[in-house]
């Protein structure tokens, strides 16, 4: 089992920037792929980004060229930076990992609101 705690989520005005962390604790020596994961109000949770062990990386197309994840090995935490940030970008992050036993662990999620 991995328990994940995210922080760095708030309040910014369009154009900013805003640094989500994620640190995974318990099972991380089975952690395979990190990702970070939103779900705007009303909207269903979609994909934002994810990185793997070897450190390929994959990330939505509407936040690319913005947004850049991140992963420490040796801190078990993955990153989000986000940058020229929008208002649809507005949503509940949460952090995922999923093992190599293709088990998934979610974090409790934090809040970036960007206003216009």
């Known amino acids: 089992q991995v328990q994940l705690v995210e922080s760095g989520g708030g309040l910014v005005q369009a154009g900013g920037s805003l640094r989500l962390s994620c640190a995974a604790s318990g099972s991380v020596f089975a952690i395979n792929v990190m990702a970070w994961y939103r779900q705007p109000p009303g909207k269903q949770r979609e994909l934002v980004a994810a990185i793997s062990s070897g450190g390929s990386t994959n990330y939505a197309n509407s936040v690319k060229g913005r947004f850049t994840i991140s992963r420490d090995n040796a801190k078990n935490t993955v990153y989000l930076q986000m940058n020229s940030l929008k208002p649809e970008d507005t949503a509940v992050y949460y952090c995922?990992?999923?093992?190599?036993?293709?088990?998934?662990?979610w974090g409790q999620g934090t809040q970036v609101t960007v206003s216009s």
């Open positions: 995922n990992v999923l093992t190599r036993s293709q088990l998934s662990s």
